[in-house]
């Protein structure tokens, strides 16, 4: 198993332990016509726009993917908020050797009721979980991934991006069976990309994208008319995206 941290920097001592560093990805850095093209896709298909941080940490886990397809390894992969330790580090071994798990999720969250039954597993030091996809299965502060999930959740993105946080998208549909072990605490205090959420800034972006293409300005339909007039399409009435049934 590596380990591969999305951070600035690692301390002493992931440094020490061979951890494997990805860059975060800033997306406030992003072009005009890079967040347009990301969110086209979303929008031709119903989604709805990702936050631009929403964006730099999707690529960034897609990164990390890539590195540990690269190492041949499944990895345990954090990000910046969380504190790795040698102890942690050994009961997450001990719970790979035991599961053979496809997906842990590692970090223990407040407010996130996806895990629903217990898995016997005694002689480890942090209990075990089955989880519910369906009961907001989010957070991706710390989580064991296998090779073959890390190639799933590549072509899983590859047709348009998705938030790399959400992972009933994936899994409801997908052959692997997630399990909880909060091994790795994770901060309470919001992030920045809480805040976006939390703020609705999607609306704002809309805002700023019609302005800039000087685009009349739909407050329930603003991105989908934008969109379809820089697509081309006519630009008479919004064209609603269809969902096949």
Known sequence: MKVIKIADDLSAYEREAGVNLVPPVNGHLLSFDEYLSINSKRLAVGEDLLTH???????AHLNAYRLAIGLASPCLIVE???ALSANSINI?????????????????????PFFVK???CPVLAAPVFKVNPYRKFFGSAAY???????????????????????????FRDSSFDPLYCPIFLHPWM???????????????????????????FFARLPSLFLF??????????????VRDS
């Open 53 to 59: 941080g929403e964006i730099g940490c999707t690529k």
């Open 80 to 82: 910046s908020d969380i």
């Open 92 to 112: 997450l071994m001990q719970a790979v050797k035991i599961l053979k798990p496809d997906f842990l999720h590692l970090a223990h969250y407040t407010g996130y």
């Open 118 to 120: 217990p898995v016997r």
């Open 144 to 170: 064991y991934i296998s090779l073959g999930a890390c190639k799933s959740l590549l072509d899983f993105h590859s047709n348009y991006l998705k938030r790399a946080d959400d992972w009933s998208v994936f």
């Open 190 to 216: 919001p992030t920045d990309l809480a805040f976006q959420r939390a703020s609705r800034p999607s609306f704002t972006v809309r805002k700023t994208l019609a302005r800039k293409t000087r685009t009349f």
């Open 228 to 241: 379809n007039k820089l697509s081309g399409f006519s630009d008479s009435y919004p064209q609603l995206p």
